[in-house]
């Protein structure tokens, strides 16, 4: 029988039981549970719109496997904790909602490639990972985004966060609640410089015109 083992950190070892002896491992899966902001009607006098990309990701995260590191050059996959849904729309719908919620927007939607937008929004997840190394077992969240103005071709506004929360409850599910919070939290520091006049911008252009 194939022998599957991790060894991580300080001993956190995830391995599923058996279904018997010599039988066969099944696949349990997870998924980013981000809460769904507020969505109250823009203000009269908002006009612009914005659209936003699918966030994009290393290829290592598109694999599936929750992913953690052993070491700063090490990559290791869980090959039976796997994600439910793809983290990359996830995290691209909870952007949808906070910008919906900011007020500042007319419309705000799923970027489909034409340009009748203002703006348009785009992001990377750059880490979603348990990190086993150093002290204790913590996961890692990093994200990076940036504004375009559509017209011009001009970025207007860019930002790269870092969020790390301790696992205190080594199991899985302890792992994937961490990466959550840490989720939640990155992609509020992540916005927490969003620009605060891009609804009157495009009045103001207009009338400099």
Known sequence: MKKISMVLGLGLAL???????GGVKSAKYYALNLPAAADPPAPD???????????????????GPIVYRPSPEQIGFYEY?????DPRQVV??????????????????????RHDNDYVFTGTIEKLEEVDYESGVKVEVALSAQITRISTGTTI??????????????????VVAQMNKATELAIAKLLSTFPAQLASSKKTQGAMR
């Open 45 to 63: 006098n908002v006009r612009t719109s914005i659209a936003v990309r699918q966030f994009r990701c290393p290829n290592y995260l598109r694999q």
């Open 15 to 21: 391995l599923p039981a058996l279904a018997g002896c």
């Open 92 to 113: 691209t719908s909870a952007i949808v909602d906070t910008l919906r919620a900011s007020g500042q927007f007319a419309t705000v939607s799923i970027y489909d490639g």
């Open 81 to 85: 904790h796997r994600w439910a849904a």
């Open 157 to 174: 506004w860019a930002n790269s966060v870092s969020e790390v929360e301790n696992v205190s409850e080594r199991t899985m599910p302890g």
